[in-house]
């Protein structure tokens, strides 16, 4: 049997000092008590949902505003026509273009975190998919990502709004909501806002238990199992 790194004594250690599910309030306690990383972690939440996303009834695609922000710059393309590109530009956009910004990409050019399109430019990226499909960039319509209303997409991208999907495989779905170093109530605030919109988009067909896990954790830190059920009481930080 292989040797465990101290890394991973460190993490089982930890592991098995919190051996029962933790509120939120207290796996996040726990995140910033243990730290060991010089570096400020990004928090993750991971959901173990039940429901089969092989079946077209069930399959969980949405997107969520974090009231507390991502903790990152996030930095945005649009392609689009006309006087849509000027908008995007005085809107904040990092990169803006049309033709030209479509075969820079398919140059290998990816120096931005999301990619916006107008319906009516989205014919100039059709042949980007193999490019932008891997690496979740490419514009649809379910994440808000194409469309007319350019500006206040932006806005919301660049404020901490995030997109996820359940994966196809064991119905997962993970995502960052924010810096450890964020404080506690913008955390709580963050995860308050993804399970309120989890449970909003739960599929109608689902029957029995639909969370049925979930786990916080930070980069290169434990992941400690939250009480599923303490988790409903969350939409408290969202009115506050």
């Not at 599929?203 to 400690?224: D, E, F, H």
């Amino acid at each position: 049997m292989a040797k465990l790194t101290k890394r991973q004594k460190t993490l089982k250690a930890i592991k098995e000092k919190y051996p029962n599910p933790l509120t939120a309030e207290e796996a996040f306690k726990v995140l910033k008590d243990e730290k060991t990383v010089k570096f400020d972690p990004t928090v993750e939440v991971h959901f173990r949902l039940g429901i089969n996303p092989k079946l077209n009834d069930q399959q969980i695609r949405s997107t969520v505003n974090l009231p507390g922000g991502t903790g990152k710059d996030v930095r945005v393309a649009v392609v689009a026509k006309g006087e849509k590109l000027t908008e995007a530009t005085e809107a904040g956009a990092d990169v803006v273009g049309a033709d030209d910004l479509v075969a820079k990409i398919g140059e290998g050019f990816m120096d931005f975190d999301k990619l916006v399109a107008t319906p009516d430019a989205m014919l100039m990226l059709s042949k980007m998919g193999k490019i932008l499909g891997p690496r979740g960039l490419m514009p649809n319509p379910k994440d808000g990502t194409v469309t007319f209303d350019i500006a206040k997409t932006i806005k919301e991208l660049k404020a901490g709004k995030v997109s996820f999907r359940a994966e196809k495989d064991g119905g997962l779905v993970q995502m960052a909501i924010g810096k450890l170093s964020f404080d506690e109530g913008k955390l709580l605030k963050n995860l308050a806002a993804v399970v309120d919109t989890i449970n909003k988009v739960k599929p109608a067909s689902v029957k029995g238990t639909y969370i049925k896990a979930v786990y916080l954790s930070s980069t290169m830190g434990p992941g400690l199992k939250l009480d599923v059920a303490a988790l409903q009481g969350l939409g408290k930080y969202l009115a506050a």
